[in-house]
Structure formats: C-alpha cells, structure tokens
C-alpha cells in the first residue's frame, strides 16, 4: 500500500494531482537516546485536511544496545550507533522529502548523569553524523531533555486519545526508565495545584489545546540507578575490586556489572539476611521520603511502561504482548515469592529479586499508591511503541510548522 503511494507522489506532485490535492504525507525521525540503549522511531504521518490533526500511519522502530552514555570515553563509537540507526530511514523515506524530513536526537537520563564535558563530546559527533545526513537538521536537534518534557510528551499522548481510544478512568502514565522515573498526570483537585512545588506543574501545548499538568522525572531512581542505590554504589567513588553487598541478591552470588562506563563488584550476603524482609528495609532507605507524594493519585490508576512492563512480563505476571491491568499489590506478592526463594528463579536475572522489591517500595513509599491501585501495563497500542518520542515527533512537526 505505501509503495503505491510513493510511486504515485513521484510521478504527481501532491498540489497538481486533484485526488491527492489535500492530503499531505510527511515523515518524522526520532531517537531516544537512552542509559539502557538507544533507539530509532520513524514516524509517518498522513494529513487530509487543513483543519484536522494529522494522523499516525506507521512506525519504523530500531533499537541497539547499549546506551550512549557506554561510550563516554569513545564519543566517536558511540556516534557510529547512531548513524548505523539513521541509514535504516535512507530506506524509509522517500527521497524527495528528504530535506523535509527532520531529524532529532533526545537524550535522556543516561547522559544526565555523565559529567557535562563527556556528554557534549557525545553529543557533538552525534550532531556531525545529522549534518552529513540528507535530512533537516532542526537547531537543537542533538540535546539532553529536560525529564519533565519527556513526561509531558508521554502523557499529552495519552490523553489526547491518539492512540488509547476512550480511557477516561485512567489519570496519569509512569514510566521507569534505567536511570530516572517519572510520574506525570493531569490534576484534577484545586488542593493538587495548591500543595505540589512549583516546578512539578507545567503547561503544556499540544493539539491545539492546552494541558495542565503534574510531572516529575526522579533523577537516580530508575531501575539500574536504584540497584547500584540499593547496593550503596551510586555517586561513590568505587575503590579498585571493592565489593558490593545485598540481602536481595542469591547468597552464593558474585559477579561483574558494567553501567554508565563503570564497572561494579557486587554479590549475596555470604552469611548473613536474604529475602523479601531483609531486602525491603534495603530499598526502603533509597525511596522512603525522597519523592513527592500527591494526595489524589493514591487510589487513581495509571498506565505503566518500561520497565514496569518489563518485569511483570519476565515474572508472568502480564502476557508478553498483550500487557494487561494488576495491582500494586500483584508486584509485592511476586516480590515475596521470588525473594523467598531466590534457588527457583536462579535462571532469571540475578537482580529479579530486587528490581520487583524496589517497584514495590517506589509504588507504595515513594508515590504512597495503595495496595489497590490499578496499574495499566501497556508496550503497544496499534502495532506503534509506546513511547514519548511519538508526542515529541509531533511536537517537533507542529513547531517547524510541517503540519497545516
Ligand atoms: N515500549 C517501549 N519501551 C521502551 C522503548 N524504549 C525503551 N523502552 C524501555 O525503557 C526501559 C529502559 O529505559 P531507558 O530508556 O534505557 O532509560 P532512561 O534513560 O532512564 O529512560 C526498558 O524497560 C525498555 O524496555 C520503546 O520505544 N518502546
Ligand atoms: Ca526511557
């Protein structure tokens, strides 16, 4: 089908062919440069008319590992990713709107956490590989982004119904990345706008309406973060062949882990604790006080992505394609059955134990969801990635100014 339509944008121009005369096509190239991998989404977009929003028609979705921030110390490696992603849109695009068609880069908490110098290296070869690329370049079209955008894109989404149909039930989407977490949703109390901090309320701009809105991004509190938090690893100065203990890893374990271009010792408690006890009162210390806590999302439900997903899948807790709806409560059961007997999911991660008690704590002490709170897991709506590069492309387009 889109074959025959780029054969037929060839040979008519869109303004001379009558069929055509009001329907616009155009393409956006999105990549989410994340801690954990970086990935590329090409969005096509149809528009059939001035006075409708343009609709999305397909996605064109890749993903390398591992992130940008791997390659602090090799910018130039890390920026090869980067081009090897972007050669799958040559394909993707028809030629002649090549020049029409933008190219962004957003990187997210990974490279937050990096120092600015080795970031700005990492970001400047990536800027080198879009200039030498047949694609429009936007200012600003290699940056860190603010976690709070990132909030807002993924949540606007939702909300505007692009993609989720009719949910009037859900408030608000939670995202939990490899190094930061965010929770984002649209205030419905007076009380709400009165007691957050200011800087956690944003107005935001998107089909043509504006949205009020909650958001916050958790530097450090996303799930790899949280492990080295757990394992008391995280802003330290690692000594040479120092090891790293934890009541929530299997006894007997000692092992190598490599995150943000650093590497880490860490093992079980040999002799002492282990388990779901033991291992809460662990994580506990990483969460209990460090996040804001908004009264009226405690019995709200949510729609939870990344990693949420991730590990509910890994412990079936949802099916693997379809997602599906838990409770907060669902996660602190399989945290109880998997840390109390670490022996039987000995094949699995090694950390399965602590990443389902640390969702856990972070559900219940750091957000104060209750035990009941309904979690929608969700990964693809339409064949099309649920992410916030979708709300960013969007945004991206209006702004340059490419749609109507
Ligand atoms: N559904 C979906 N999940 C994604 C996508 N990109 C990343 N993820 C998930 O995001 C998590 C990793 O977070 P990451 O983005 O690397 O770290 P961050 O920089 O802290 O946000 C994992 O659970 C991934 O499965 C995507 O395009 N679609
Ligand atoms: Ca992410």
Same mark, same amino acid.
């Given at each position: 089908h889109s074959n025959r339509e780029m054969w037929f944008q060839d040979l008519f121009p869109p303004n001379m062919c009558p069929i055509n005369a009001k329907t616009n096509t155009f393409y956006g190239i999105m990549f989410d440069a994340g801690s954990t991998g970086t990935r590329i989404h090409i969005y096509t977009f149809v528009q059939k008319s001035p006075e409708i929003l343009p609709e999305l028609e397909g996605e064109i979705f890749e993903s390398v590992k591992p992130g940008l921030s791997a390659y602090a110390d090799q910018p130039e490696k890390g920026a090869e990713s980067v081009k090897r992603l972007l050669d799958m849109a040559i394909d993707a695009v028809p030629p002649h709107l090549w020049k029409k068609t933008p190219v962004v880069l957003k990187a997210t908490a990974g490279l937050r956490l990096l120092s600015e110098e080795k970031a700005q290296a990492l970001l400047s070869e990536v800027k080198e590989v879009f200039e030498e690329s047949p694609f429009l370049v936007p200012e600003d079209s290699v940056s860190i982004m603010d976690g709070s955008y990132e909030g807002a894109v993924l949540n606007v989404m939702w909300f505007a119904g @692009?993609?989720?149909? @009719?949910? +009037?039930h859900t408030t608000g989407t939670l995202d939990l990345g490899g190094a930061s977490t965010q929770i984002t949703f649209l205030p419905r109390f007076e009380e709400t706008l009165k007691e957050s901090?200011?800087?956690f309320l944003t107005s935001f701009e998107m089909f043509n309406s504006t949205y009020k809105l909650y958001t916050h991004s958790y530097l450090g509190f996303g799930l790899k973060a949280a492990r080295l938090a757990t394992l008391g690893a995280l802003n330290t100065e690692v000594a040479d062949g120092q090891m790293f203990r934890s009541s929530c890893l299997p006894k007997q374990l000692e092992a190598e882990w490599h995150f943000g271009g650093v590497k880490y010792r860490y093992g079980g408690n040999k002799e002492g604790e282990t388990g779901f006890k033991p291992c809460y009162l662990e994580v506990l210390k990483v969460v209990k006080g460090k996040l804001h806590q908004p009264d009226e999302i405690r019995g709200s439900s949510f729609y939870a992505f990344s990693y949420y997903y991730d590990r509910a899948a890994d412990t079936n807790?949802?099916?693997?394609? +379809?997602g599906g709806v838990l409770e907060v409560r669902d996660f602190e059961r399989k945290a109880k059955e998997v840390c109390d007997n670490m022996e039987r999911f000995s094949s699995a991660s090694p950390f399965l134990c602590m990443d389902l008690t640390y969702i856990t704590a972070l559900l219940k002490e750091g957000f104060g969801f209750r035990d009941n709170t309904l979690l929608q897991l969700t990964k693809k709506v339409n064949n099309i990635e649920t992410s916030w590069t979708l709300g960013a492309t969007f945004h991206l387009l209006q702004s340059l100014g490419i749609t109507y």
């Open positions: @692009q993609l989720s149909g @009719q949910n +009037q901090p200011r800087d807790l949802i099916d693997y394609e +379809q």
